[in-house]
């Protein structure tokens, strides 16, 4: 018998009953939305949609994380106050992603509402002898969840130096642990707590409001396939150790990285492709079907070739949509099976635009391309 409420994920076969937990690692809302956010973002959604087909409601928690060191540096360039930025970031953001028919999350926390829930996490960290204080700051034991990635030692330092983890921090027992409270500094924002004035650690800050949301641990957590390391890797250490419950995800949807020339996107590099100026020349669901007509996991090149393949293939999407056809319900039924295993758009669209008529019409509809 095979199970109608199933979804595969990275190979491996997720049973889920009526709902399914996603926490979906959000923006720091210090620029504009680019198409390596935008991938990721919608992959999720894309998700959450399948997940309504098989009769599963998705709960979604997206959080924003509006605390945050790159944040308050280009809030002083601007020369605003960190939550104004912020707000004002958030709100375009948005408005690109509701641009691209991305369905907003039930759960929106934002960073800076969630300081008492990471001095929380921290002093339970603490019992458990899993976290220190040190010179005003409390830092998670780190080595467990550096050996458990697989990577070498100079890469972890390498990458936490990378993510803004500060390896090189003098009051750290050892370079892999990890803030979950940071003392104060200038510069940054401030609150009190029982170690003294300071700020939440970026993986903490995720961990507070992923448990606040849904308790011990979800269904899904996806981002990135950036944040692999060091991000989600501390973030579930964190959640595994103050709650005892592990694994604190079923499952990871780490979504491919989008590249120009081979070379990733970032605002560091300065090659991004910004989701308004696409919005400008393509429909959204032209731009939709370039991010979703491959595999989630995979890396891959933008060029605007892209797009002109997209709008062809989308055009022959809604050609086969409008025929009427007999044989549906098979089809149909395919598009559903090979949606549920590992999200296989491409596959799915071959049979859509092959069967035509309603089976075609299904697709379009699940991934929001209508
Ligand atoms: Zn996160």
Redesign the pocket.
């Known amino acids: 018998m095979t199970d109608d409420h199933a979804v595969v994920l990275a190979g491996r076969t997720l049973p889920m009953l009526d709902r399914a937990r996603m926490y979906v690692?959000g923006i720091t809302p210090y620029d504009v939305t680019h198409l390596g956010h935008a991938a990721t973002f919608v992959w999720a959604d894309a998700l959450g949609r399948v997940l309504r087909l098989l009769g599963v409601e998705p709960e979604v928690c997206r959080?924003v994380?509006d605390v945050d060191d790159v944040l308050d540096a280009a809030a002083s360039r601007a020369r605003a106050p960190y939550d104004t930025f912020a707000a004002i970031q958030q709100y375009h953001f948005e408005h690109d992603l509701a641009s691209l028919n991305v369905r907003p999350p039930r759960h929106e926390p934002r960073a800076h509402r969630y300081i008492e829930h990471v001095i929380r996490l921290a002093q339970g960290l603490l019992e458990v002898g899993r976290a220190y204080e040190a010179k005003g700051s409390v830092y998670f034991r780190g080595q467990a969840a550096a050996a458990q990635a697989g990577l070498d030692r100079g890469e972890v330092l390498r990458l936490s130096a990378e993510y803004g983890g500060r390896p090189d921090d003098p009051a750290k027992e050892d370079p892999l642990d990890a803030a979950v409270w940071q003392a104060a500094e200038t510069g940054h924002p401030a609150w009190d707590s029982p170690w003294g004035p300071g700020r939440p650690g970026w993986?903490a800050e995720?961990v507070a409001m992923a448990l606040s949301a849904f308790g011990v641990g979800v269904d899904v957590h996806a981002?990135g396939s950036d944040?692999r390391f060091p991000?989600?890797a501390y973030?579930s250490a964190m959640a595994e150790a103050f709650t005892g419950v592990r694994p604190y995800a079923r499952a990871w949807l780490h979504v491919g990285m989008v590249a120009i020339g081979g070379v990733k996107m970032a605002k560091s590099v300065g090659n991004l492709v910004l989701v308004e100026d696409l919005l400008a020349r393509y429909t959204a669901a032209t731009v939709r079907l370039m991010i979703l007509d491959r595999r989630w996991a995979d890396d891959w090149d933008y060029g605007d070739a892209c797009l002109e393949g997209a709008a062809v293939r989308l055009a022959d999407l809604y050609q086969a949509a409008g025929r009427s056809h007999e044989a549906s319900r098979h089809g149909a039924a395919e598009i559903r099976r090979l949606l549920a295993a590992d999200l296989n758009v491409p596959a799915a669209l071959e049979v859509a635009v092959e069967t035509g008529g309603a089976p075609a019409r299904l697709l379009m509809a699940t991934l929001g391309l209508d």
Do not use: I, R
Request: glycine fraction near 10%; hydrophobic fraction near 10%.
């Open positions: 690692c959080n994380t993986h995720c981002g944040l991000h989600h973030h």
